[in-house]
T-cell receptor, first 112, second 115 residues
Framework: GENVEQHPSTLSVQEGDSAVIKCTYS??????FPWYKQELGKGPQLIID???NVGEKKDQRIAVTLNKTAKHFSLHITETQPEDSAVYFC???????????WGAGTKLIIKP | GAVVSQHPSRVICKSGTSVKIECRSL??????MFWYRQFPKQSLMLMAT?????????EQGVEKDKFLINHASLTLSTLTVTSAHPEDSSFYIC???????????FGDGTRLSIL
């Protein structure tokens, strides 16, 4: 079955710097890759997603890149702000109607 | 858009009590909802997939008689933890699909504490 690995488990960056979180997946049939942000005591919030027919997608300070050949995808956050501090999860599935296979999460800490 | 409301946000009750958690899609109809469990500092663990008008599909290791799921309408799914015990204490989160080939949107979770 599908397996998603996420690194690093904790990432601390200076405010204003960029943050990059990386995920790898094992099932080449996976074609949908969302990223979620979870703040303490709340449910995950979708921040960006990408499908396998696209190599990169950007939304303001957030971007996701996908390398299907290497089976990895990454989240890039530029000009980080204190409110970006949260736990970020990547996930993979064979279509958004299907079960999401989750990464272990990355705790992002933005230092003032 | 795509707002999912979960209620209650927190429950504290005695061992042996049954607890019902509601998950509502407020501005869309959801034929499919998912129920997750999350332990501290861990990822989400899918418990079951709930489809409107049919029986839920439970993941391996999840007791269907322990965690009763009802999805009686296109905007409401409920999870009932029957005869809850301290080991059932956890953060329970639901999500809903807004449509075919659309992402999951999550509620804000229910913190269940069994004394």
């Amino acid at each position: 079955g599908e397996n998603v690995e996420q690194h690093p488990s904790t990432l601390s960056v200076q405010e204003g710097d960029s943050a990059v979180i990386k995920c790898t997946y094992s099932d080449s049939a996976s074609n949908y890759f969302p990223w979620y942000k979870q703040e303490l005591g709340k449910g995950p919030q979708l921040i960006i997603d990408i499908r396998s027919n696209v190599g990169e997608k950007k939304d303001q300070r957030i971007a996701v890149t996908l390398n299907k050949t290497a089976k990895h995808f990454s989240l890039h956050i530029t000009e980080t702000q204190p409110e970006d501090s949260a736990v970020y999860f990547c996930a993979a599935s064979k279509g958004s109607n299907y079960q999401l296979i989750w990464g272990a999460g990355t705790k992002l800490i933005i230092k003032p | 858009g795509a707002v999912v409301s979960q209620h209650p946000s927190r429950v504290i009750c005695k061992s042996g009590t049954s607890v019902k958690i509601e998950c509502r899609s407020l501005d869309f109809q959801a034929t499919t909802m998912f129920w997750y469990r999350q332990f501290p500092k861990q990822s989400l663990m899918l418990m079951a997939t709930s489809n409107e008008g049919s029986k839920a599909t439970y993941e391996q290791g999840v007791e269907k008689d322990k965690f009763l799921i009802n999805h009686a309408s296109l905007t409401l799914s409920t999870l009932t933890v029957t005869s809850a015990h301290p080991e059932d204490s956890s953060f329970y989160i639901c999500s809903a699909l807004t449509g075919d080939n659309q992402p999951q949107h999550f509620g804000d979770g229910t913190r269940l504490s069994i004394l």
